[in-house]
């Protein structure tokens, strides 16, 4: 069974903090994901990878950058953590194998910036 | 841009009853369609996928696909409090990205 960890449930930040959210996933998917949710707005994705050191905006990638060095690992790094930044973060994965497999998300990371 | 849109709801159903899901997307050439179900406060599981036109069954979940029409529908039979949650509707639209719909939450009334 596919798993995806994300490091933190819950994490409160204050104002202009670097934050780093990281993701693990362990069956050797190419792809990975980092999408936030928020109410009536549904998920929206702000980057994806398909590979090691290779990365793609997403839909929203302003105030955000990731890093991918290891295959198995997808991080999501907040700059300067700004209160619209608060929001449920979720991160996925899933294999390279045209566009028939689902995603497979992480428990989620509830990040509060004050 | 390329859209998937769903009902917000609530949509309320009697428990034993038939709910019904639906969704609309953009764009002719999307290639895969899924129905994620979520609890609040819980991330997304996948209940069912769906390549081709007409319909695909899981136990008590059935997906319909129409291509044609650009419509995507779930149904669930024998409605179980349990399934009270909200469900995304999510599509490939040709490329890695996957889009989803803003959800339709659904309450099943015991």
């Known amino acids: 069974d596919v798993k995806v960890t994300q490091s933190s449930r819950y994490l409160v930040k204050r104002t202009g903090e670097k934050v780093f959210l990281e993701c693990v996933q362990d069956?050797?998917?190419?792809?990975m994901f980092w999408y936030r949710q928020d109410p009536g707005l549904g998920l929206r994705l702000i980057y994806f990878?398909?590979?090691?050191?290779?990365?793609e905006k997403g839909d929203i990638p302003e105030g955000y950058s990731v890093s991918r060095e290891k295959k198995e690992r997808f991080s999501l790094i907040l700059e300067s953590a700004s209160t619209n930044q608060t929001s449920m973060y979720l991160c996925?994965?899933?294999?390279?194998?045209?566009?028939?497999?689902?995603?497979?998300f992480g428990n989620g990371t509830r990040l509060t910036v004050t | 841009q390329k859209e998937v849109e769903q009902n917000s709801g609530p949509l309320s159903v009697p428990e034993g009853a038939i709910a019904s899901l639906n969704c609309t997307y953009s764009?002719?050439?999307?290639?895969?369609f899924f129905w994620y179900r979520q609890y609040s406060g819980k991330s997304p599981e996948l209940i069912m996928s769906?390549?081709?036109?007409g319909d695909k069954e899981d136990g008590r979940f059935t997906a319909q696909l129409n291509k044609a029409s650009q419509y995507v529908s779930l149904l669930i039979r024998d409605s179980q409090p349990s399934d009270s949650a909200t469900y995304l509707c999510?599509?490939?639209?040709?490329?890695?990205?996957?889009?989803f719909g803003t959800g339709t939450r659904l309450t099943i009334i015991p």
């Open positions: 996925a994965s899933r294999p390279l194998d045209r566009s028939y497999s689902p995603l497979h």
């Open positions: 069956m050797d998917h190419e792809n």
């Open positions: 990878s398909y590979d090691v050191k290779m990365k």
């Open positions: 764009d002719r050439v999307s290639q895969s």
């Open positions: 769906i390549y081709s036109n």
């Open positions: 999510a599509v490939h639209f040709g490329n890695e990205k996957l889009t």
